[in-house]
């Protein structure tokens, strides 16, 4: 018994110190955003602020080019809601098409679209903004939305994966009781991967949401900015930058995600767990 307990306390320990460890960055940036903005690093090794202020929440929700925080937090709050519906349902009608359907090509068009999981965004990033140049698409979520309504790799090898751990014979009782292939993929799998449709659109918030080289790219107007490009405005080159007020604003932006990863955390688990099984 004593040397289980010592197991446990030393397990639970190195864990928490591991816990700490991890945390500490956003620890930091919490604190730091109740510093004065020309003391953060200044006494940068002191967690506790002194003295303790509000004034860099009051400072940054106010925004910049005449827009508060909030109207950030609304564009980018649209633009996930947009892309996260559109790569979820294409991601998940593409995925069962590999599954469960058989059509010439299968093979080479699955291979292609997993090499397309190795090729850096910067490739490509020319040749669509040219394109997106010449459909007028640019200063709107346009380019990055629309693109999400075609699929992501990522997430159609995750669910892949996910359904082929389904027994077929459900599809053949499904066929038997007068299902077509559209009732199958809605009525029999979908409900059956929602474990990975959850893991999807969680990873498709978060990459969304932080996402900073697509709406620089294609986003000119501060009316229309994201918040991690509002972020980036509090940082200048030629005068003094407001930390304080980007701190504040990043604890800010940090609450969804906080949030979101505590209230589906069993989903992205479980979605990832089982996709790398085959029944």
């Given at each position: 018994?004593?040397?289980?307990?010592v197991?446990?306390w030393?397990y639970h320990?190195?864990?928490?110190?591991?816990?700490?460890?991890?945390?500490?960055?956003?620890i930091?940036?919490l604190?730091?955003?109740f510093?004065?903005?020309?003391?953060i690093?200044v006494?940068a090794?002191?967690?506790?602020?002194?003295?303790?202020?509000?004034?860099?929440f009051?400072e940054g929700?106010?925004?910049?080019g005449g827009?508060?925080f909030?109207v950030f937090i609304k564009?980018?709050?649209v633009?996930v809601i947009?892309?996260?519906?559109?790569q979820v349902i294409s991601s998940?009608?593409?995925a069962?098409?590999f599954?469960?359907?058989e059509?010439?090509?299968?093979?080479?068009?699955?291979?292609?679209?997993m090499?397309?999981l190795?090729?850096?965004?910067e490739?490509v990033m020319?040749?669509?903004y040219?394109?997106f140049?010449?459909l007028?698409?640019l200063?709107?979520?346009?380019p990055i939305a629309?693109?999400?309504?075609?699929?992501h790799?990522?997430?159609i090898?995750l669910l892949?994966q996910?359904?082929?751990t389904?027994?077929?014979?459900?599809?053949e009782?499904a066929?038997?009781?007068?299902?077509?292939t559209?009732n199958?993929?809605?009525?029999?799998?979908?409900?059956?991967?929602?474990?990975a449709?959850?893991t999807?659109?969680i990873?498709?918030?978060?990459?969304t949401?932080?996402s900073?080289l697509?709406?620089v790219?294609y986003?000119?107007s501060?009316a229309?900015?994201?918040v991690?490009m509002?972020?980036?405005?509090?940082?200048?080159?030629?005068t003094?930058?407001?930390?304080?007020?980007?701190f504040?604003m990043?604890?800010v932006?940090l609450?969804?995600v906080?949030?979101?990863f505590?209230i589906?955390?069993?989903?992205?688990?479980?979605g990832?767990s089982?996709s790398g099984?085959?029944g």
């Amino acid at each position: 018994m004593r040397i289980k307990s010592v197991k446990w306390w030393t397990y639970h320990i190195l864990v928490g110190g591991f816990a700490v460890l991890m945390l500490y960055p956003v620890i930091w940036l919490l604190m730091s955003s109740f510093k004065e903005s020309n003391a953060i690093f200044v006494t940068a090794k002191s967690l506790i602020p002194d003295p303790f202020i509000l004034d860099n929440f009051a400072e940054g929700w106010k925004g910049i080019g005449g827009n508060s925080f909030g109207v950030f937090i609304k564009n980018t709050a649209v633009l996930v809601i947009v892309t996260l519906i559109g790569q979820v349902i294409s991601s998940s009608l593409i995925a069962f098409g590999f599954a469960r359907l058989e059509f010439k090509g299968k093979a080479l068009w699955f291979g292609l679209m997993m090499v397309t999981l190795m090729l850096p965004y910067e490739v490509v990033m020319v040749p669509q903004y040219i394109i997106f140049s010449k459909l007028g698409w640019l200063n709107s979520i346009k380019p990055i939305a629309i693109p999400a309504y075609f699929g992501h790799p990522f997430f159609i090898f995750l669910l892949v994966q996910f359904i082929r751990t389904i027994p077929r014979e459900l599809d053949e009782a499904a066929t038997i009781d007068g299902c077509n292939t559209f009732n199958i993929f809605y009525k029999i799998i979908l409900p059956l991967i929602k474990p990975a449709l959850a893991t999807a659109a969680i990873f498709s918030f978060y990459w969304t949401w932080d996402s900073l080289l697509g709406p620089v790219l294609y986003l000119n107007s501060p009316a229309k900015y994201t918040v991690s490009m509002a972020l980036n405005m509090f940082l200048s080159n030629e005068t003094v930058s407001n930390w304080g007020a980007m701190f504040a604003m990043s604890v800010v932006t940090l609450v969804p995600v906080f949030v979101i990863f505590f209230i589906f955390q069993r989903y992205v688990v479980e979605g990832i767990s089982t996709s790398g099984l085959k029944g």
